[in-house]
Structure formats: structure tokens, C-alpha cells
């Protein structure tokens, strides 16, 4: 359009807007005095006045039509008509409460659902790393490539040092270590979560503290580095909020560090969830022996890439730098490649399945209200025939009777989804609750933020899209004739919609099924999990880890002596069964993982997997505190120490594994060494004597198999990280303070940390899994209440439809019965329909299911057979059939008098 | 090529301006031209030419004003502005272009 037509357009749109009554009367006046003139001509040739004004009139092609195209024409149309639309809208909504408050409630079920799912995407799966352009940073794993699974190991440093050659993707490289800190002094002896990170750190993540200053380089450099930075909350928390904190000390496992800076509150690095809050950063010291090792798989590492480039060409770029190392060091890095993945990603991958699933199942639910309220529509679609009729016959185009029915429905659906969000409001708030976020802290801020609330409003106006669309385009559409007869109904239009209408109900019914199906299916699981015999006893069994500083306790021997030390001291509590130490509780992970062989049968030829084992030091107690039964042989004994055979106890998967058939006690095993260290506990450790068999734990959670096992005696290997268990004959709780008072009695510096109990760390790990099942199960349940709404609402209107029939029916002798078998009959055919569609989309939605939990959870649907497919269905169809019953009864009560006097 | 309708439009507006072009007229007026100009060829009802009069003016190349006539009593006045004479011209010389390429088709002798 011509910047010169504007000076002639935009005054003629200002005016139509503006002063429409005007440009209205002006419009009228034109066109009456061309009528006026051709009325005149017409007389002139000598019609008579009333002929010639209407052959004038004919001529024309009718005021009022012309006049409607005329104001077609004009350019500010829409907004007043979208005015005027919604205004209509509100009054319709007004005047049928009933409607309107089905299809809100329908509405708000939906999108509030919808708006609460995506809350939590939002939180996980889109979210900001509070980094300075955080989209271009990635964390760098190893990769073992023999087996792909392997792919997220930490990094060995000279591996790191080296990769730093590619600067052709990457910006620069950071490494870090997370590490526990005990902070001593003023008998306040506390644990927090530490890293020591690379000097470039905080420029890498281009983030700078509040406080004071970064690392410089150099600051990592053998023998210096005592210097650390605090996190907002540490500071607060212990320090005040002390504004001259900068040059004050710090005591951290009895080291003294200087504080030189103080990040800002909302600053957290690394994030993800094995991470734990850090609270302290230090640098990373490498000693010269670390610096050279491309075995110790001990860092994690992040990058930040180049501005032009992305992760592909990263990973291609590294890969090639890998490949080099490896032909330089064949040994080390033959078998090891490199995975660059988002830095946001960490942490998230592993629920981003579950997530997924969750937000296609909670649309589906969306779909489902939409047909629903559809349904209603096309059922309120057939009373406003008459009136949009004559609408049409006044001139108004089809299309604008279609934008107006879009218009209310978007405007319905608007509505719906400002409840729907302030029922996700409630929900997010009942979902953090529930949430496992201990487990998963990033459930934590999950809230409705500005985002949110633009997706939800987005959604609500789709959602009125995509429900009125059809219904309008359907009203819309009708003979004039058929339908301006008085009590005008039935004909092919009315016929098509009830087609509609079936269809979507069955529709409906297939996705609820589907959706219910998936519910039944992790309801059984998780059942069938919990009932699994995890192996040990968990009732009244209380835990508690204390990590030894290697500076204050040099010798292993001394750790070995402060544990005995502890099981004297605590085991004098009144009301205790009994007390231990281990590498950890069961279940906790926190047992190291070994290589061994069995002396006298051959190494060779045996996968890498195969020949390790779980490895626990363990005090003699340990089996009693866990409840975990003996097999054959003997337990470990107290005698059992330091200077004794060395010995060991294995489980019974151990036994099955080495020794099918064979008697195990005796035999001898030859450990390797730890799997993660490339020094320590390899050979030179004689071999160990198997003088017991105990029964499986299920060390990897409930829902993995039993692992291997081997036991020893923890004296005759001591480390200096171990978690206390302590069995009472009650409850734990109440013993605690003086179980803290014992051992501060030992060591005033030592804390203890991650104090809970046994049936604690069983509902953890379980935690996830019961989350995500409780969130489906209610998904379910409010689709298959939307679907018994819409399956009601279909067959009661047609049943109402029939009104006049079954009076004439009843009128004519049938029986109650068969008037009740009538009008059951199409209810019951289509939930038969909707339910067998529904098993035929199960099947690859449970497949789906099946496999996002398997990828986040790394669990296996068990439990759920056709059988009880089969019998969730019939109940579903059955109570489908039930809710038709209501109007089907109220149909055989019809009075045929009333019925056939009303129209 | 659009649709039939849409050429008949088109055709229509292109006569609406080549008619204003003179000199100002009146909505009446216009289709009392229009009638000897195409009479029974194109067969334009009178009502129809005023959503197009209506359209051009929204585009910009014709404006409208109110005089006073005999009676007193009022009619609006429809002229062209520059932009529409400019207009004018290109869509006539579209127009004798589209023309001529359809007549050299049709003269082409059947092989």
C-alpha cells in the first residue's frame, strides 16, 4: 500500500471506527438517492410510482444486502465485529448457566491440567541456567565406547588438559570435583557440599560474585589454593550476612581457607541432582601425578562453545582430538571417546521421558474436554438454528456466522482456562508437596510464572479454536427451507450431527481407555515393587554417615579405631537392638564396586561386567542391624579383625554366579581393585576366604536385580567414609540427641550428616515412581470423569431428541423395558465402540510408556497382563453404561400427554 | 489467473476509474454511464457498483465528497485522486497486454 494512499485511508478508517453512526446514516442516504433517481427515471418511461420504486429497488438488488457489502468492504470491520462477538458471546453464556458451567468446568479441567504439566516442563526441560548465555555452554563426559551405555563418566585429567588443544569449538574448558566439607570450629561442626573448581571457572560461566572476586589463574596451582568463595546462603546462614567477610578465614577439614568472595542468591553451580547444594568453592588442585593420570576418572568438566558453533560440530571436532589421544596412549584411552551434552540438560535427562509422556498424556485429556464441550455445542448449535438462519437471510455472509461462533467459543474457552489456571495454581502447589524433590531438586521451582501464564492463555484460545470450529462450520451450513418451518428439525444436517456428536464420544472413550490403561498399568507395577522383599529389615533401623578428614585421621588404622570406638560408645544407649557400621546403608549406593577373580578358575574370556561385585566394609553387627538372614556358613564375627585370615561374606547372587553347584565356603577370592581408582585395593591384598552366604539386598533399588555382594570385615580394610546404623527396640527418633551428644563426645568437630531411617531410604527410592503414578491416576480420573460428562450428555440429549417417539411408544402399549432397551441401545453400542478402539490404542501407548520409563527410571512395567486389560475395560464400559442408564430411565417415565402436546 | 468472478471485479474497477477520470460524478450518475458504456455485455446490476465504489475509495483512488444539489438535498461525489490515475494507467496497460496475448492465441490456426 502507497505511504500516499495513507493520507486518504487512514482518515477514512479513523472515521469508520470513530464516528460510525455517521458514516452509517451516510451510507443509507447514498443509497436511497440512487433509488430516489432510478425511481424518478423509472417514471419518467412511464411506470407508475410504486412500480418504478420497486423495479428500482430490484434493480439495485436490495437495501439492505448491498448495504452489508458496503460495510464489508470497509477496512475497521473486524475489530467492531469481534466487539460486538464477544459481547453476543457473554450474553449467550449468561443466558444457559447450565452450559456455561459444564463446559468452564470441562475447560478448566483441561487447560488447568495442561497449564500445571507445563509448568513443571517449563521448570525442567526449558529452563535458564543462571549463567551468562547459558544456551552455550555443555559438560564433557568420556565415553566407554565398547559399551554405548557407558557414556556419562567423569573426565581424567590429563584427558581434560589435553582436549584444551581443540579451541576451535570451544571458548575454554572448567573442571571441577564435588567434595563434603566438614566447617569446625565454635562447636558448631557442620557438612556441607563443596567443589573445587578450575581458577576459570566463574569467568567460563561468566558469572561474578557479589562479594570480593573470582579465582585467578594460578590460584589452582600446586601449593597455593586457600582461598574459597562462599555461596549467598552460607553466608548468611553462618556468617550474618557479615559485610566484612572478605579476608576472614575458614576452617574446612582442618584445613584454613581465606575467604575472598561471596556469590549472588540466586547463583548455583553445578546444578543437577546428584549434586546437592554447594555451598563453598575452592580450587582445584591437581597434583603432578593426577595431572599426568588418564585413568583416575575423577573430574567433570564444562565447556563453553564457540558463538558459531553447534554441539555436533563440538562433538565432531573433540572426537577428533580423542582419536588422536588414543593412538598416542593406547592403553589408557583406546576404549574412550567423549559425549558433549547441554549443560541444561543435566540432571533433566533422565525425567525427560517421564515428562514427555506426562504432557502428551495430560493433552490427550485436553482433547478429550474439548470434544466434550464440542458436543455440547453442536447439541446448543441445533437451538440457535433459527436464529442464525435469519441472519444469513438478512445477508450476513457464512463466514461471518463462523467467526462468530469462533468468537464465542474462544471467549468461553478463555474463561475456562483463567480457572483452569487458578486450579493449577492449587494443583503446583499440591504437586510440590507430593514432589520427590530431594531426589530431584529441580522440582522445586516449579511455579506459574510469566511463561506459564502466556502458554496457558495461548492454550485456552487454541483450545476455543479447535472445539467451535467444527460445530460452527457445521450450523452454518443448512438449507434455509428445511429450517425456517415451524418446529423445524431433522433433516440431513441435523442427521450429520448426530454422526458428529458419536464420534466424538467414541473419540473420547478411546483415549480415556488408553489413558486408564496406562494408570492400571504403573498402578500394578508400583504395587508389584513395593511388595518386592527388598532383603533386609528396615523397621527401626536409624542412619547416619560420618566422613573422616584424611588430614586429621592419616592412618587407616585410625579410622578402623574411631569406628570400633563409635559401635563401643553407641551401643551403650539404652534401647538399642543393636548398633554398626558399613560403607553404607543398603540401598544407599554408597558400597564401592570391585574386580575380582575366583582363585582357581581362569580369568580369561570373561566380560568386564561379570567378574565385579558390590564391596562393603562392614563392623559384625551389620547383618543384625539390617535383618539381613544367613544362608550357609557364619557370619562375620567381632574376632574377625585386623590380623585375622582375611575374610569374606558374599550374597547369594554371588554364589549363583561363581559357584552354581558348588560349595562356596572355603573358596577364595582375589580382588582387582576398585573399579573407579586407579590406585588402592588392587593386588598385594591377600586373597579372601568365603566362611559365609547371606541372603540378597536389592542394592540398586527395588525395582533392579540383586547385585553380587561381597562383605568384609571393616577392620581389615578400613576407609574413612561410613554410615553408622543403629536398630531400636522403638522408635528411632527420640534416641537421636543422645546419639549426637555420644559422638560429639568422640570428636567435637565430627559431624554427622544425612541422618534418616532405613524405611526412609526404601521410600526414596521409590519416590519417583510413586510421583509419576499418582500423576497419571489422577490424569485418568479426570478423563474418565470428562468422558462419563460427554458420553451423559450425548444420550441424554438424544434421548430427549426421541421424547415424542417413546411417548408414542408408551401410548401404544410398549413396555417400560423395551423403551429402556431403546434408548440403552445406542449408549451401549458406543461404548462398546469407544472401548475397543480404546484397547487398539492402548496397546502402542503402553508401549510408549513402557519405554520412557524404562529410559528415565531404567524400570520395567511388570504385572499388567491382557487379563487385567480385559477386565479394567469391561468396568470402564460398564460404568459407561450405568451413567446411560440415568436418561434412559427417565425415559420410560416419559408422560406421553405432555410429550406430545410441547414442541 | 484468478477466478471469473475476480476478473469481472477487476474489470469493473478498471471502468469505475477510466469513468471518474473526467470529471467528478455521483453514485447514480456512475452507473447511468456505466449501463452506455458496457450495457448488456457485462451485465452489472446497479447495487453491485457500490461495494466496488466503496473498495476503491479504501484503496485510496477515488474520494468522496458531499454537495449540496437542487432541492436542497445532498449527494455524494466520487473522483479519482492522483494515486488513482496512476493506477488507472497501469491496470490499462495490464489490461491491453492481457488482451493482446489472449487475442494471439486465439489466432493461432489449429494444427
Redesign the interface.
Known amino acids: 500500500m502507497h505511504p500516499e494512499s495513507w493520507s486518504y485511508i487512514v482518515p477514512l478508517r479513523l472515521r469508520s471506527l470513530f464516528r460510525r453512526s455517521a458514516i452509517e446514516q451516510e451510507l443509507d442516504e447514498e443509497l436511497r438517492d440512487h433509488i430516489k433517481r432510478q425511481t424518478d427515471e423509472n417514471v419518467a418511461r412511464g411506470m407508475s410510482p410504486e412500480v418504478a420504486h420497486r423495479a428500482a429497488l430490484i434493480a439495485l438488488g436490495g437495501l439492505e444486502q448491498r448495504k452489508e457489502q458496503c460495510r464489508d468492504v470497509w477496512g475497521v470491520n473486524w475489530i467492531e465485529d469481534l466487539a460486538r462477538d464477544l459481547s453476543y458471546g457473554w450474553r449467550m453464556m449468561r443466558q444457559n448457566p447450565a452450559f456455561t458451567a459444564v463446559a468452564l468446568l470441562t475447560l478448566a479441567l483441561g487447560i488447568g491440567a495442561n497449564t500445571a504439566i507445563f509448568s513443571t516442563d517449563n521448570a525442567l526441560l526449558f529452563r535458564l541456567l543462571p549463567y551468562q548465555d547459558s544456551g552455550r555452554l555443555v559438560q564433557v563426559f568420556q565415553k566407554y565406547l565398547p559399551t554405548p551405555a557407558i557414556e556419562r563418566m567423569p573426565v581424567a585429567p590429563a584427558n581434560y588438559l589435553d582436549w584444551q588443544r581443540d579451541d576451535k569449538s570451544f571458548e575454554g574448558f572448567a573442571a571441577y570435583r564435588l567434595a563434603n566439607f566438614n566447617l569446625g570450629g565454635d562447636n558448631n561442626p557442620e557438612r556441607i557440599r563443596a567443589a573445587q573448581t578450575s581458577a576459570n571457572t566463574f569467568t567460563l560461566l561468566g558469572v561474578a560474585p557479589m562479594l570480593g572476586r573470582a579465582f585467578q589463574s594460578g590460584e589452582d596451582a600446586v601449593g597455593s589454593g586457600s582461598v574459597a568463595i562462599l555461596s549467598h546462603g552460607l553466608w548468611q546462614r553462618r556468617f550474618g550476612a557479615d559485610q566484612a567477610i572478605l579476608g576472614k578465614t575458614v576452617r574446612a577439614n582442618n584445613r584454613s581457607y581465606t575467604i575472598i568472595g561471596v556469590m549472588p542468591p540466586s547463583f548455583r553451580f553445578p546444578i543437577g541432582w546428584l549434586s546437592g547444594e554447594v555451598e563453598i568453592w575452592t580450587p582445584l588442585i591437581l597434583n603432578t601425578s593426577e595431572q599426568n593420570s588418564r585413568k583416575d576418572i575423577m573430574l567433570d568438566v564444562i565447556a563453553r562453545l564457540r558463538p558459531s558453533v553447534n554441539l555436533k560440530q563440538a562433538q565432531a571436532n573433540l572426537d577428533v582430538v580423542t582419536r588422536q589421544l588414543a593412538q598416542a596412549y593406547p592403553d589408557t584411552n583406546k576404549d574412550w571417546g567423549t559425549n558433549i551434552m547441554p549443560l541444561a540438560e543435566r540432571g533433566v535427562s533422565d525425567i525427560r521421558g517421564l515428562l514427555v509422556f506426562l504432557s502428551l498424556a495430560v493433552g490427550l485429556v485436553l482433547l478429550i474436554a474439548c470434544a466434550n464441550v464440542a458436543n455440547l455445542l453442536l447439541a446448543r448449535g441445533m437451538e440457535r438454528q433459527k436464529e442464525l438462519t435469519v441472519r444469513t437471510a438478512l445477508g450476513a455472509q457464512r463466514s461471518r456466522v463462523v467467526r462468530q461462533l469462533l468468537a464465542e467459543g474462544v471467549l468461553l474457552s478463555t474463561f475456562g482456562g483463567l480457572i483452569g489456571i487458578a486450579l493449577a495454581y492449587w494443583g503446583i502447589d499440591a504437586l510440590s508437596a507430593l514432589a520427590p524433590t530431594s531426589r530431584v531438586p529441580e522440582l522445586k521451582p516449579v511455579a506459574l510464572n510469566g511463561r506459564v501464564l502466556a502458554f496457558s492463555l495461548g492454550l485456552s484460545v487454541l483450545t476455543g479454536f479447535l472445539f467451535s470450529l467444527f460445530p460452527a462450520l457445521t450450523v452454518s451450513s443448512f438449507s434455509l427451507h428445511g429450517t425456517l418451518q415451524e418446529g423445524g428439525r431433522s433433516n440431513t444436517g441435523s442427521i450429520r450431527r448426530n454422526r458428529l456428536k458419536a464420534g466424538l464420544v467414541v473419540g473420547e472413550l478411546a483415549l480415556t481407555l488408553s489413558l486408564v490403561l496406562c494408570a492400571t498399568s504403573v498402578l500394578k507395577s508400583f504395587r508389584s515393587y513395593m511388595a518386592v522383599d527388598p532383603g533386609f529389615v528396615a523397621k527401626n533401623v536409624l542412619t547416619m554417615r560420618m566422613v573422616l578428614p584424611t588430614e586429621k585421621y592419616k592412618q587407616p588404622q585410625q579410622w578402623a579405631t574411631f569406628f570400633e570406638r563409635v559401635v563401643e560408645e553407641i551401643k551403650t544407649i539404652p534401647g538399642l537392638v543393636a548398633t554398626a557400621v558399613g560403607s553404607g546403608a543398603p540401598m544407599e549406593g554408597e558400597g564401592s564396586v570391585f574386580k575380582y577373580n575366583i582363585a582357581g578358575k581362569p580369568a580369561a574370556g570373561v566380560t568386564e561386567s561379570r567378574v565385579m561385585a558390590e564391596y562393603f566394609r562392614v563392623s559384625s553387627e551389620y547383618f543384625r542391624v539390617t535383618g539381613i538372614q544367613l544362608r550357609r556358613g557364619r557370619y562375620l564375627q567381632a574376632t574377625d579383625g585386623e590380623g585375622t585370615p582375611p575374610v569374606a561374606v558374599v550374597s547369594e547372587e554371588f554364589v549363583k554366579r561363581e559357584f552354581a553347584g558348588v560349595d562356596p565356603i572355603g573358596q577364595r577370592i582375589m580382588l582387582r581393585g576398585d573399579v573407579n581408582q586407579s590406585v588402592g585395593g588392587e593386588s598385594g591384598r591377600p586373597p579372601l576366604e568365603i566362611i559365609g552366604v547371606v541372603t540378597d539386598t536389592r542394592e540398586y533399588g527395588l525395582y533392579h536385580k540383586a547385585q553380587p555382594m561381597i562383605y568384609v570385615p571393616m577392620s581389615q580394610d578400613p576407609q574413612p567414609a561410613m554410615a553408622l546404623l543403629i536398630k531400636s527396640a522403638g522408635d528411632s527418633g527420640s534416641l537421636l540427641p543422645e546419639i549426637r551428644r555420644r559422638l560429639l563426645k568422640l570428636d567435637a568437630d565430627q559431624p554427622v550428616y544425612k541422618v534418616r531411617t532405613l524405611e526412609d531410604i526404601v521410600g526414596e527410592n521409590l519416590a519417583l515412581f510413586k510421583f509419576n503414578t499418582l500423576l497419571l491416576t489422577v490424569l485418568a480420573a479426570i478423563a474418565l470423569l470428562l468422558s462419563l460428562i460427554g458420553i451423559y450428555g450425548v444420550i441424554a440429549y438424544a434421548v430427549g431428541q426421541r421424547t415424542k417417539e417413546f411417548s408414542i411408544r408408551l401410548a401404544l402399549g410398549s413396555r417400560p423395558r423395551e423403551i429402556l432397551r431403546l434408548a440403552l441401545k445406542q449408549g451401549a453400542w458406543l461404548s462398546m465402540l469407544g472401548v475397543s478402539l480404546g484397547l487398539a490404542l492402548s496397546w502402542p501407548a503402553i508401549k510408549l510408556l513402557a519405554r520412557s520409563l524404562k529410559q528415565s527410571m531404567y524400570l520395567d512395567l511388570i504385572g499388567a497382563g491382557p487379563a487385567l486389560f480385559v477386565t479394567v475395560s469391561g468396568a470402564v464400559a460398564l460404568v459407561m453404561l450405568l451413567v446411560c442408564l440415568i436418561p434412559a430411565r427417565r425415559a420410560t417415565h416419559t408422560d406421553p400427554m405432555v410429550a406430545l402436546r410441547c414442541e | 489467473m484468478s477466478k471469473p468472478r475476480d476478473f469481472v471485479q477487476g474489470a469493473l474497477e478498471l471502468l469505475l476509474l477510466k469513468i471518474l477520470a473526467p470529471e467528478p460524478l455521483?453514485?447514480?450518475a456512475i452507473?447511468q454511464r456505466l449501463r452506455q458504456v458496457s450495457s448488456e455485455v457485462l451485465q452489472v446490476?446497479?447495487?453491485?457498483l457500490?461495494?466496488a465504489l466503496?473498495?476503491l475509495?479504501?484503496?485510496?483512488?477515488i474520494?468522496a465528497e458531499?454537495k449540496p444539489t437542487e432541492n436542497n438535498?445532498?449527494?455524494?461525489y466520487y473522483s479519482l485522486?492522483?494515486?488513482g490515475r496512476r493506477q488507472l494507467e497501469r491496470e490499462t496497460d495490464n489490461w491491453n497486454r492481457l488482451s493482446t496475448a489472449i487475442s494471439y492465441v486465439l489466432k493461432l490456426k489449429e494444427t
Open positions: 455521483n453514485g447514480f452507473s446490476s446497479d447495487g453491485s457500490y461495494p466503496h473498495k475509495e479504501q484503496e485510496g483512488w474520494t458531499w438535498r445532498r449527494a455524494k485522486t492522483r494515486l
